[in-house]
């Protein structure tokens, strides 16, 4: 089984409008960790936002927010004021506990984002 | 320089050729990252460093050989590859420790492509 579902394989927005990207994920973990990053089409990822399980307050940073719903399972990223710039690939990961002394992430298969002038 | 340093950032390579990807990291991390990312499949982890030691292979198959000669380095050694193997190949470091929330800072990536 996924253990993170990005259930869109493409979205479509307008400049400054605000956007969701879905996320739900699986795991029995009680502490596990929440990441989304960003790929633009030079190809490097880039960290965006974090969730912690143990995390009451949803994530915020700058334009980006973490719509953390634990009882669903689901970490959508909510984008304000979506910008040109914004148009990449975004991927929805996921830490759990610790194997050989090493957190080791889990990726989905990301949701291609193309921000329309 | 900062961050993690990929070279090269593309790779042209015969089946029969040996050739290396590097990484670098000057983040002071403790923790180093192979990922295969091919078109239209999930981000494979490959190959997992802590502290200099593997701690996780995901069945890789041999043609792919990674080393880690200390915490700021990590190669990848190529050879005999299949032109499956074409791929985006990232490099990522982090530091683990249960305080840090653990994220990964990416490369831009050796753009690989087997002839």
């Known amino acids: 089984a996924q253990k993170i579902t990005q259930t869109q394989p493409g979205m479509f927005v307008q400049e400054k409008e605000a956007v969701t990207l879905d996320c739900t994920y699986d795991?029995?973990?009680?502490?596990?960790?929440l990441f989304w990053y960003k790929q633009p089409s030079s190809g490097e990822m880039i960290f965006l936002i974090y969730?912690?399980?143990?995390?009451?307050q949803n994530a915020t940073e700058g334009r980006y927010s973490l719509n953390f719903q634990k009882a669903r399972k689901s970490a959508n990223l909510v984008i304000s004021a979506s910008q040109l710039g914004d148009s990449a690939m975004y991927f929805c990961a996921m830490r759990e506990g610790v194997t050989g002394g090493s957190y080791i992430p889990t990726f989905g298969r990301g949701t291609s984002l193309i921000v329309h002038p | 320089e900062t961050g993690v340093t990929q070279t090269p950032r593309h790779l042209v390579m015969g089946m029969t050729n040996k050739k290396s990807l590097k990484c670098e990291q000057h983040?002071?991390?403790?923790?180093m990252y192979w990922y295969k990312q091919s078109a239209k499949k999930p981000l494979e982890l490959m190959f997992v460093y802590s502290l200099e030691e593997r701690v996780e292979n995901n069945s890789v198959p041999s043609r792919f050989s990674p080393e880690c000669p200390n915490s700021s380095h990590l190669f990848l050694h190529l050879h005999t590859l299949q032109p499956e193997d074409s791929a985006l190949y990232l490099c990522?470091?982090?530091?683990?420790?249960?305080?840090?929330?653990?994220?990964?800072?990416f490369g831009e990536g050796s753009r690989l492509t087997v002839l």
């Open positions: 990522a470091s982090s530091h683990d420790s249960a305080s840090n929330t653990g994220e990964l800072f």
């Open positions: 795991t029995s973990d009680q502490s596990y960790g």
């Open positions: 969730q912690g399980s143990y995390d009451e």
């Open positions: 983040l002071g991390h403790n923790a």
